[in-house]
Nanobody, 130 residues
Framework: QVQLVESGGGLVQAGGSLRLACVVS????????IGWFRQAPGKEREGVSC????????YYTDSVKGRFTISRDNAKNTVYLQMNSLKPEDTSVYYC???????????????????????WGQGTQVNVSS
């Protein structure tokens, strides 16, 4: 059974950095497109960044371009989200999700907020103070 576990969230001041990790077990990264999503209270889910692991093709939502970097370590079955220059508006619960690689990273990240991907992690809280 495929499981995703996120880690790396925490409290950081504006301008600071965090690195989130999404460890995939029960399968290998090459079999999936992996996405990072966030959802703040009262707001719709937002696709932050997505990667097709087998090819390294990536997508970023406009608000994080130039600040966030998604990467993968296939040997560790882990996808990372390096978040730099954090802003208070980045405060949210961050989730990773996995979907068969037929879906492109852009399609995954821009999917309707109610779309349910095959696999989800439990989420990790990121708080950015001003």
């Amino acid at each position: 059974q495929v499981q995703l576990v996120e880690s790396g969230g925490g409290l950081v001041q504006a301008g600071g950095s965090l690195r989130l990790a999404c460890v995939v077990s029960g399968s290998t990264l090459d079999f999936y497109t992996i996405g990072w999503f966030r959802q703040a209270p009262g707001k719709e889910r937002e696709g932050v960044s997505c990667i097709r692991s087998s090819e390294g093709i990536t997508y970023y939502t406009d608000s994080v371009k130039g600040r966030f970097t998604i990467s993968r370590d296939n040997a560790k079955n882990t996808v990372y989200l390096q978040m730099n220059s954090l802003k208070p508006e980045d405060t949210s619960v961050y989730y990773c999700a996995a979907e068969p690689p037929i879906i492109t990273p852009q399609a995954m990240c821009t999917a309707h907020g109610q779309y349910e991907f095959d696999y989800w992690g439990q989420g990790t809280q990121v708080n950015v103070s001003s």
